[in-house]
């Protein structure tokens, strides 16, 4: 274990794969909410589906990290008591010129701090 741990240390030295591996740790947050919720409230994935008018496929997806659909996250994350909130950023990396390069960050409020788990690149 101590050796992945290691290795791990040595990759996120890497800006890239620290920021992705920050992306999916955000996503992770998100999921476990989710998760949390169904357990504590005694419910199966087809449940909370008819509850939040969606299929169970999709929780199943959603459950494993797998966004694609903001809206469809957005009906779950309200039911459970939680809402999502886009933010346009300017990109840390780039200085914006006459094309303008916007960075959106989506964010989940929890409690007193805001998780950012998606970022995508505007140009």
Do not use: C
Request: charged content about 35%; overall charge positive.
């Amino acid at each position: 274990m101590e050796a992945v741990l290691d290795s791990l240390k040595e990759y996120l030295k890497d800006d890239k794969f620290r920021k992705l591996y920050e992306f999916e740790k955000q996503k992770l947050g998100i999921v476990k909410k989710i998760i949390e919720y169904r357990i504590k409230n005694n419910l199966s994935q087809g449940q909370l589906a008819k509850k939040a008018a969606i299929s169970q496929q999709h929780i199943s997806k959603i459950e494993n990290a797998d966004f694609k659909s903001l809206e469809t996250l957005e009906k779950i994350l309200n039911l459970i008591g939680y809402k999502i909130k886009l933010e346009a950023v300017p990109l840390e990396t780039k200085k914006l010129t006459a094309g303008k390069s916007l960075s959106i960050k989506y964010f989940i409020p929890i409690k007193k701090d805001a998780v950012r788990f998606h970022q995508t690149k505007l140009t």
